[in-house]
């Protein structure tokens, strides 16, 4: 059976001979191939508007590190970059936006719907470019940021430790924040929609700042949002997996709901609860903390721990979190083949 059926079939928790796997960011800075390319195309963002270059960065860990899927290389902040929110990546301090959205009218301002999804095209070139390139028994995972994780940048103009200013609004304005998290699920539909239409095998959405939100809010502020995306993709799409990557909601697990196939389980989530609580309803995705990758013998260990406790149950291998840019490539290497000798079943 090609592993790319695999994987797909795995994402929709049908029987499969073994467990795949993948890495978050496994495209990236620990990889000196990357670091070449990343070189010769200057900028990052015009690394994700390149859609030759975004390609070869995407096709490069399937050979280096031998993972079961490729995830295209582009970053979720070029949705609001499309919406008209000049993105810059500034050496050292991350991404910025220059005009971050504070009132009613700056939201106006900005482009939504079909003409900003479609403003993407670069995207969709790139994935109709891996799509030739990419051996057919490969799967190509897709993806976006949730409605909330990017309002954070929106709001706030760039990354934060505290959240303060979007949290302000949350209390303060959240008719503002609902109405820009709607512009933004309205993109984000047709993004992924296109995405698909263009070639993608497996979507994920990453909720990266899920544990900003007070746990009796998640749902209204992000979760809700994430799953109009998935109901909107899954009723078109229904062959097309779609995995949540929410992290660090422990709490939340308990009140998960909704169309999707894959629950993916960040590294300070236990396995063993995500286990109890959503074993039976979602495949789970995961979860080794990335920082043990600086540690063959700690990979092992943990590759046999959540071996252990998913046994067989429907379960994909990945980090917990994404991968950091002084990893050893070898060890990135070491924590593939160790997934796919245990997987073996
Ligand atoms: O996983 C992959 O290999 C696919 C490519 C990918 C990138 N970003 C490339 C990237 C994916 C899936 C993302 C998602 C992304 N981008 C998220 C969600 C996932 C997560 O990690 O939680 C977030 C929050 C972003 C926003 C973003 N992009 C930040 C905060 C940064 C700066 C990070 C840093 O450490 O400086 C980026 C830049 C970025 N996106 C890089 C890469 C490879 C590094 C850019 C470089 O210097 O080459």
């Known amino acids: 059976m090609p592993s790319r059926k695999i994987f797909v079939d795995a994402c929709l928790g049908k029987e499969t001979p073994y467990t795949p796997v993948w890495m978050m960011r496994q495209a990236g800075r620990y990889l000196p191939e990357y670091m070449a390319i990343r070189a010769e195309a200057g900028d990052f963002l015009n690394l994700c508007h390149n859609p030759k270059k975004a390609c070869e960065v995407t096709l490069q860990p399937i050979d280096i590190v031998g993972v079961d899927a490729a995830i295209l290389f582009s970053d979720i902040l070029v949705v609001p970059d499309e919406m008209g929110m000049d993105l810059s990546f500034v050496k050292g301090e991350g991404p910025k936006f220059s005009d971050p959205i504070k009132t009613e009218a700056d939201l106006d301002r900005l482009i939504g719907g079909d003409e900003a999804a479609s403003k993407l095209s670069y995207v969709f070139e790139t994935i109709k470019l891996i799509k030739k390139e990419l051996s057919e028994d490969i799967a190509l995972i897709g993806f976006t940021g949730s409605p909330w994780t990017l309002a954070t940048y929106m709001i706030e103009g760039e990354g934060t430790k505290t959240y303060n200013i979007c949290k302000k609004m949350i209390y303060t304005n959240p008719t503002l924040l609902h109405n820009i998290l709607a512009k933004v699920t309205e993109v984000v539909k047709l993004y ?152 073996k079943k």
């Open 192 to 343: 992924m929609e296109k995405q698909i239409q263009s070639g993608i095998d497996v979507v994920q959405i990453f909720d990266s700042w899920a544990a900003a939100i007070e746990p009796s809010m998640y749902d209204e502020f992000s979760w809700k949002y994430m799953l109009e995306i998935a109901e909107y993709l899954k009723e078109k799409y229904p062959h097309i997996p779609i995995i949540i990557f929410p992290k660090g909601i422990p709490s939340f697990l308990d009140k998960v709901y909704g169309n999707f196939d894959v629950f993916g389980v960040d590294w300070s989530t236990p396995m063993e609860l995500a286990k109890e609580k959503l074993g039976d309803k979602y495949v789970l995705q995961g979860n080794m903390e990335p920082c043990r990758l600086y540690s063959k013998e700690m990979t092992t260990k943990s590759v046999q721990d959540i071996q252990e406790i998913m046994g067989t149950s429907r379960h994909i291998f990945n980090l917990g979190h994404g991968i950091l840019p002084d990893v050893p490539v070898e060890n990135a290497i070491h924590f593939v083949k160790e997934c796919q000798r245990v997987s």
